[in-house]
């Protein structure tokens, strides 16, 4: 047998080349036998027909890249829920633009590991560079700003914390009820008292129940502001939980990771004035960015804020080299071994430029909007409120919750539509997260059908027919 070629070099390409051939042919081959947003059948389904096809996993001879690519491929694929369909809505799950999955092929090809200059000379330049300017649109007047690259918003937001606790011990945390799971995880994980939770009766923090926390409590805080909610999309009022911050010395961290893409939109950028006002913000531009995953980002005003970071390994940061001029990398995450994510961010920024990301955004919120509309005009749905940003809840009127969540469940299996759910105002709701920038008007009509017609089976099904005598079970 001999030996498969490498990917890299000057013959990698070639090598690559046929078998991306086979690869996209699997992409599309696999798309095609599921025809929807998932696969219909539910867990057990899938889970055999995926397993069917990739047995054995280990086996005694090979059956050759393309065969394995093929074989592989073609069942991830037929098996995925595909974020680029129009009603796989559920989630902060973005489809990834070609040209993004694309530049991250190349980053796997090349492989580069950015804990240390020599294994990435030219990624490591990119990525300061990436930072540097993704930090300074978020704090565009500060001298430093700087930021890191994330696996995405809950590193970003334990970065946080962490450095949080660098500057002033162990720091005593202060979040609304609909902040991300990930800040009362990350003061466990740090060791941390549990966050204080202060109420979000209108779906955002209630800034006189802030002024009473802030009040009250011992120093040093840190408060964490959040600007796009995982449920409802909302945005907390940054400006005035600013305001009070720096009344009663507190710091602040906002959890942009939902909406702080929103600034390159001059439509949008107004919903998220104050992002400059914290000491540090988290970003992903997996989300409205439009990225393959991960693309997170942690920034802050001042570069000096990430010194905690920093940690010596002579095989990788030798003071020698350091002194000689060599850039350590590794305080630039508290990885080691990670993949150049900023060429794919990189490539996204330059091919689009301002003006085209502005584009995507605005498109994709003008279509939460417009689902906003159709169900506002629909008899028997009721809205929970305007979308934030491109988040929609809707549920059938009158529905019990467990209706709502039979619907949901029930389009699941039927492979029909992928719809999250979230409880707001005391009732169960669908949760459409729109992040598709080509969702059209005909796609959400489509959507709302389905959602009709399920409701109309799972209300209007007779129930079996008991004769006297039997026994209830």
Known sequence: MSTPPLAGGTAGPTALRPLLDTVLTALHDGATRRNGPLPAGGPDTVTS???????????????????????????????????????????LHTPPLALAAAADLAASALNPSMDSWDQAPAASALEADLTTALATEIYPHATSPDAVITTGGTEANQLALLLARERHGPVQTICAANAHHSITRATWLLGLPEPVVIPAPTGVMDLAALDTALTQLHRPLLVVATAGTTDTGEIDPLDHIADLCTTHGAELHIDAAYGGPLLFSPTHRHTVHGLDRAHSVTLDLHKLGWQPASAGILAVPD????????????YLNADDDTDAGLPDLLGRSLRTTRRPDALKIAVTLQALGRDGLADLIDRTLAAAHRLADIVTKHPALDLYDRPTISTVLFRPTHAPDATVAAIRRTLLNRGHAVLGRAHADDRLWLKAT?????????????????????????????????????TPR
């Open 434 to 470: 729109l992040l598709n920038p080509h969702t059209t008007p005909e796609d959400l009509h489509a959507l709302i059908d389905l959602v009709d017609t399920t409701t109309h089976d799972l209300t209007t099904t007779p129930k079996p027919h008991r004769t006297e005598g039997d």
């Open 303 to 314: 570069r000096h804020h990430l010194t905690p970071l920093h940690h010596h390994a002579p």
């Open 49 to 91: 027909r995926t397993r069917t096809a990739a047995h054995p996993l280990i086996p005694d001879h090979g059956t050759g890249p393309h065969q394995a690519l093929s074989t592989l491929i073609t069942a991830l694929a037929e098996g995925a829920a595909d974020p680029a369909h129009p009603h796989c809505a559920a989630h």
